[in-house]
């Protein structure tokens, strides 16, 4: 495994660096929008941690998923994959450092995306507003970080079960969007059954409900869905297509 000659070959190129680029702008950007904006529209003036946090991964749940498709797929699909096989002899060596690759360049992301928030959340609650908060740090963890990493796992099974950067995409973007939705729908209907299907699809709620402790073994039904199924038929096919 050379998980470093991977995130050295993705960061090096320039579509990488201008995503890069973007995202750190669109961190600084979110990050600040929530935590400036707090003091100006709550009443007692000060700002909060979990919100600027909440802010956070709007854009965070779009970025995980460009870069960990990009790393994990982008290969099969510009077709340079031949050479590195031919360079790193070994699929399996090659999957698990392109793998650690990508969960070490999203860890690294998602350090600077937090501190980023926290020092914007200080900056608007004990210089422009009345007070930072950062009591509720708790529920960053529970519930904002565990759905990042639910967004992390689910791009990774995506991006191994497809090997395309098109259809990795097109499946970690849009699949969640769609769940949401459904869910949104299945409320409206007020159908227990329809509920029951869209929750077993719902990596999301079940990543935040095991994280705080509340979960059970239904919440273990997205993950064997989602993440197993597909990350092991990833890892079959990584093994048996053919290249060229």
């Known amino acids: 495994m050379r998980p470093v000659l991977d995130i050295r070959a993705h960061l090096d190129t ?45 854009p965070l749940s779009l970025i995980i998923p460009v870069i960990t498709v990009m790393i994990t797929a982008g290969e099969w699909s510009d077709g340079s994959i031949q050479n590195t096989f031919l360079q790193r002899p070994g699929r399996l060596g090659v999957l698990g450092s392109k793998v650690i690759a990508a969960i070490v360049v999203v860890a690294a992301l998602l350090v600077v995306s937090f501190a980023a928030g926290a020092l914007a959340t200080w900056i608007g609650g004990d210089l422009i507003g009345n007070g930072a908060v950062f009591d509720s740090l708790e529920t960053v963890f529970t519930t904002q970080l565990a759905s990042l990493a639910a967004t992390l796992l689910f791009s990774l099974a995506m991006g191994l079960a497809l090997q395309s950067t098109v259809l990795g995409l097109l499946a970690a973007i849009g699949f969640p969007f769609v769940i949401a939705t459904a869910t949104g729908i299945a409320a409206i209907t007020g159908s227990e059954t329809v509920m029951d299907i869209v929750s077993a699809l719902d990596l999301d709620t079940a990543a935040t409900t095991l994280a705080d402790g509340s979960g059970g073994a239904f919440e273990l039904i997205p993950i064997a869905l989602l993440l197993v199924l597909p990350g092991a038929y990833g890892i079959w096919r990584w093994n048996h297509r053919e290249v060229g």
Do not use: K, N, Y
Request: no cysteine; hydrophobic share 60%.
């Open 14 to 58: 320039r579509s990488a660096a201008i995503l890069m680029a973007i995202s750190l702008l669109l961190i600084v950007a979110f990050a600040a929008l929530g935590g400036f904006v707090q003091p100006a529209v709550l009443e007692d003036g000060t700002s909060h941690i979990d919100f600027t946090g909440f802010v956070l991964t709007l």
